[in-house]
């Protein structure tokens, strides 16, 4: 069998399943493709056959699509279909929206919502939805769709859509750092859209909306103090994706620089840096009680030091600890002193790492500072929605 024939042919008929229901498509990602006549024994062989496309959904009774390469693709071409045909939705889609109203619907099928959409898969770089359709990208996140088309076709100010895309890229932010799930995200969304479509499309609205998940972990939209906490003492390395580790470690670089700092992009392909590294024990033995640990699989002496080791084990993946480097000058750094690292930090050109590089020390008095400092700054680059908060102060 054509194997990339097949998936181009899937591709086009996930593009009619949004024309005859862009709500459900929007809502809840429906990345299916059906056989007609096919049994489950067929479509394992298929998804056998190419499993970097392809998974048979629970019921054996459909295929999906299930790499965000895939996603991609089918985003960049339903994004010049629509825009190409500029299709009306047919006389009886308005039932099949999934929740969505009329302006939605519009804005996610018309002619004149096309680019809307077309802007939030590919915005240029002074669009109001560049760094939230970024954000969406690395999260792989096309749940808060709906949402962000309403507020794009709402006649809200421009200063009231940006305000609002900003704090929906700090809601899914704010929650992957503190390691909620992201599985009911379809249902959040459609909760703030119920929102704005009953009491309209403001940031009062949204806020009143996320007021109402606060004592839900499914849904709520995490305070300062819990933002601020995770950053402190969360495991942020082991548990995020790579890619979204390295997008929030890029923003606080953005945050940092100041008008005298050099406003150039940030070069691509920056690898995850432990500042201490994982494998301390060769070149940073000295502990903050001026013993000396055992090399790496030693016992410690006592459970004095044992103490001190696990806390250092502790504090290696949290975000005051971590960085970006090139991928050579981060296999060069590796295991390094930290004067050893100092100049592989330089060479990645970060004003963050120079920062780093300027103290004289590092350990872990140093993390717990630029953990707070992190912190502190995260506050304002993912604002929350509630009264007297870093958001509501810049109203």
Same mark, same amino acid.
């Given at each position: 069998m054509d194997w990339d024939r097949l998936a181009t042919q899937m591709t086009r008929e996930? +593009?009619?399943q949004f024309l005859r229901e862009p709500?459900?498509?929007l809502t809840f990602g429906q990345l299916t493709f059906r056989i007609p006549g096919s049994d489950k024994e067929v479509l394992h062989l298929v998804a056998d056959s190419r499993? =970097? $496309?392809f998974v048979v959904a629970r019921n054996d009774? &459909? $295929?999906? $699509?299930h790499t965000l390469a895939v996603q991609k693709s089918v985003r960049r071409r339903l994004s010049r279909y629509v825009d190409e045909r500029g299709q009306q939705p047919g006389p009886d889609s308005r039932a099949r929206t999934g929740g969505l109203d009329r302006v939605q619907h519009s804005a996610a099928t018309g002619k004149n919502g096309a680019? +809307?959409?077309?802007?939030l898969i590919d915005p240029p770089v002074d669009s109001p939805l560049h760094r939230l359709a970024k954000c969406l990208e690395n999260f792989d996140m096309s749940t808060a769709y709906p949402l962000i088309l309403l507020i &794009?076709?709402?006649p809200a100010a421009l200063e009231v859509k940006t305000r609002l895309y900003e704090l929906i890229r700090s809601y899914v932010v704010r929650r992957a750092l503190c390691g909620l799930t992201a599985k009911n995200y379809n249902i959040a969304f459609l909760e703030f859209v119920s929102a704005m479509r009953e009491h309209g499309v403001s940031v009062e609205s949204f806020a009143a909306a996320a007021e109402l998940k606060r004592n839900s972990d499914a849904a709520k939209f995490p305070t300062d103090a819990e933002l601020t906490e995770a950053i402190a003492a969360r495991n942020q390395y082991q548990t995020l994706?790579?890619?979204r580790l390295a997008y929030i470690l890029e923003e606080f670089e953005r945050a940092s620089r100041n008008k005298f700092t050099a406003t150039e992009g940030i070069r691509p392909g920056l690898s995850i840096e432990h500042i201490m590294p994982q494998h301390w024990q060769e070149h940073w033995r000295t502990l903050p009680s001026e013993r000396v640990a055992p090399t790496e699989g030693g016992i410690p002496a006592d459970e004095a030091m044992a103490a001190e080791i696990s806390e250092r084990n502790r504090l290696i993946h949290t975000l005051g600890n971590l960085s970006l480097l090139t991928p050579p000058a981060n296999a060069s750094a590796s295991n390094s002193s930290f004067e050893g690292k100092k100049p592989r930090l330089v060479d990645a050109l970060l004003r963050?790492?120079? =920062?780093i590089a300027n103290q004289t020390h590092w350990g872990e008095t140093e993390i717990r500072n630029r953990s707070k400092e992190l912190g502190d700054l995260a506050v304002k680059i993912w604002p929350a929605p509630s009264a007297g908060s870093t958001f509501a102060a810049k109203g």
């Amino acid at each position: 069998m054509d194997w990339d024939r097949l998936a181009t042919q899937m591709t086009r008929e996930m +593009i009619r399943q949004f024309l005859r229901e862009p709500g459900e498509f929007l809502t809840f990602g429906q990345l299916t493709f059906r056989i007609p006549g096919s049994d489950k024994e067929v479509l394992h062989l298929v998804a056998d056959s190419r499993p =970097d $496309l392809f998974v048979v959904a629970r019921n054996d009774r &459909a $295929l999906k $699509l299930h790499t965000l390469a895939v996603q991609k693709s089918v985003r960049r071409r339903l994004s010049r279909y629509v825009d190409e045909r500029g299709q009306q939705p047919g006389p009886d889609s308005r039932a099949r929206t999934g929740g969505l109203d009329r302006v939605q619907h519009s804005a996610a099928t018309g002619k004149n919502g096309a680019p +809307i959409y077309r802007e939030l898969i590919d915005p240029p770089v002074d669009s109001p939805l560049h760094r939230l359709a970024k954000c969406l990208e690395n999260f792989d996140m096309s749940t808060a769709y709906p949402l962000i088309l309403l507020i &794009a076709s709402s006649p809200a100010a421009l200063e009231v859509k940006t305000r609002l895309y900003e704090l929906i890229r700090s809601y899914v932010v704010r929650r992957a750092l503190c390691g909620l799930t992201a599985k009911n995200y379809n249902i959040a969304f459609l909760e703030f859209v119920s929102a704005m479509r009953e009491h309209g499309v403001s940031v009062e609205s949204f806020a009143a909306a996320a007021e109402l998940k606060r004592n839900s972990d499914a849904a709520k939209f995490p305070t300062d103090a819990e933002l601020t906490e995770a950053i402190a003492a969360r495991n942020q390395y082991q548990t995020l994706p790579p890619n979204r580790l390295a997008y929030i470690l890029e923003e606080f670089e953005r945050a940092s620089r100041n008008k005298f700092t050099a406003t150039e992009g940030i070069r691509p392909g920056l690898s995850i840096e432990h500042i201490m590294p994982q494998h301390w024990q060769e070149h940073w033995r000295t502990l903050p009680s001026e013993r000396v640990a055992p090399t790496e699989g030693g016992i410690p002496a006592d459970e004095a030091m044992a103490a001190e080791i696990s806390e250092r084990n502790r504090l290696i993946h949290t975000l005051g600890n971590l960085s970006l480097l090139t991928p050579p000058a981060n296999a060069s750094a590796s295991n390094s002193s930290f004067e050893g690292k100092k100049p592989r930090l330089v060479d990645a050109l970060l004003r963050m790492n120079q =920062d780093i590089a300027n103290q004289t020390h590092w350990g872990e008095t140093e993390i717990r500072n630029r953990s707070k400092e992190l912190g502190d700054l995260a506050v304002k680059i993912w604002p929350a929605p509630s009264a007297g908060s870093t958001f509501a102060a810049k109203g």
